[in-house]
């Protein structure tokens, strides 16, 4: 079953500014288009999409011109700032040097206080991207799942992607509330789902069966028409590694139907990124 890794991180420290990386041991090095391929390539990963890596914001632009005709990079995912006045402008110079291959947004939410994405003006600069066809992936932490919905109620032209499963807290309280809160964002139809970046909230000796019962929801939740996948790489490596998620994945998909199988690793993300 072929792959498109919808979340895909690269970083080269040489050519752009990653502040939030100065303390991490693990990530704070080059992590390289070619070095990815190397392991991704075997595993049935065909295409994937750059994710922002939350670059300073001078270099914001810079990345994204950066890793868009990177080999193998299908598409782009660009940092923004949609609570700021200047949002229209900086929408303007993206999809300019974009050339067709940005694919949609992402501000980090929680990185930022939360009101940063309630008053008005956030929600009218997202509304710009339905013009234009682009989505806005969401990236919260469980408890702020309810700032999604808000803010996916507030702009529903535009289609929306939950990253990371909502970041449960699998090393702590578990599956509730998230099990509840996450059906709240599921109940809206312009959000979908990214099953990646769970394992980061497991302790290393994580098991396939640690990761099920999260994945099985998500998907329960969100049906197989509101799905994608993701890697998290290099971010995946600090508990696992993109092989082991790979292979996790694939285990909980064993029982189900090629068709829908299809629909998590390729198809639904073809579709909501609009690729090919």
Same mark, same amino acid.
């Given at each position: 079953?072929?792959?498109?890794?919808?979340?895909? #991180?690269?970083?080269?420290?040489?050519?752009?500014?990653?502040?939030?990386?100065?303390?991490?041991?693990?990530?704070?090095?080059?992590?390289?288009?070619?070095?990815?391929?190397?392991? /991704?390539?075997?595993?049935?990963?065909?295409?994937?999409? #750059?994710?922002?890596?939350?670059?300073?914001?001078?270099?914001?632009?810079?990345?994204?011109?950066?890793?868009?005709?990177?080999?193998?990079?299908?598409?782009?995912?660009?940092?923004?700032?949609?609570? +700021?006045?200047?949002?229209?402008? +900086?929408?303007?110079?993206?999809?300019?040097?974009?050339?067709?291959?940005?694919?949609?947004?992402?501000?980090?939410?929680?990185?930022?206080?939360?009101?940063?994405?309630?008053?008005?003006?956030?929600?009218?600069?997202?509304?710009?991207?339905?013009?234009?066809?682009?989505?806005?992936?969401?990236?919260?932490?469980?408890?702020?799942?309810?700032?999604?919905?808000?803010?996916?109620?507030?702009?529903?032209?535009?289609?929306?992607?939950?990253?990371?499963?909502?970041?449960?807290?699998?090393?702590?309280?578990?599956?509730?509330?998230?099990?509840?809160?996450?059906?709240?964002?599921? /109940?809206?139809?312009?959000?979908?789902?990214?099953?990646?970046?769970?394992?980061?909230?497991?302790?290393?000796?994580?098991?396939?069966?640690?990761?099920?019962?999260?994945?099985?929801?998500?998907?329960?939740?969100?049906?197989?028409?509101?799905?994608?996948?993701?890697?998290?790489?290099?971010?995946?490596?600090?508990?696992?590694?993109?092989?082991?998620?790979?292979?996790?994945?694939?285990?909980?998909?064993?029982?189900?139907?090629?068709?829908?199988?299809?629909?998590?690793?390729?198809?639904?993300?073809?579709?909501?990124?609009?690729?090919?």
């Amino acid at each position: 079953m072929r792959i498109i890794d919808t979340h895909l #991180h690269l970083i080269y420290p040489d050519r752009l500014s990653y502040p939030w990386l100065g303390n991490n041991r693990v990530l704070n090095r080059p992590w390289t288009v070619d070095s990815y391929w190397a392991e /991704a390539k075997p595993l049935g990963i065909e295409a994937a999409l #750059h994710m922002e890596v939350d670059v300073a914001p001078a270099d914001i632009e810079h990345e994204t011109a950066f890793v868009k005709d990177l080999p193998g990079i299908v598409g782009a995912i660009a940092a923004c700032r949609p609570e +700021q006045e200047d949002f229209p402008a +900086q929408l303007d110079r993206l999809l300019a040097l974009g050339n067709g291959r940005i694919k949609g947004l992402r501000r980090i939410l929680h990185e930022v206080p939360d009101d940063v994405s309630q008053p008005a003006l956030f929600s009218d600069n997202l509304k710009r991207l339905a013009d234009h066809g682009l989505t806005f992936d969401l990236c919260l932490r469980a408890d702020q799942l309810h700032l999604g919905v808000d803010l996916a109620r507030r702009v529903p032209e535009v289609t929306f992607i939950l990253d990371h499963c909502g970041n449960p807290d699998i090393n702590g309280i578990g599956l509730d509330p998230w099990r509840q809160q996450l059906e709240a964002v599921a /109940a809206l139809p312009n959000v979908n789902c990214k099953v990646s970046g769970i394992v980061n909230h497991c302790d290393p000796d994580w098991t396939t069966e640690t990761l099920r019962p999260y994945v099985e929801h998500v998907i329960a939740t969100f049906g197989w028409d509101r799905v994608v996948w993701g890697s998290d790489h290099p971010v995946v490596t600090l508990t696992g590694s993109l092989t082991r998620w790979v292979e996790a994945t694939r285990e909980i998909l064993a029982a189900e139907t090629p068709e829908n199988q299809g629909k998590l690793f390729h198809l639904n993300a073809e579709r909501i990124y609009r690729l090919g």
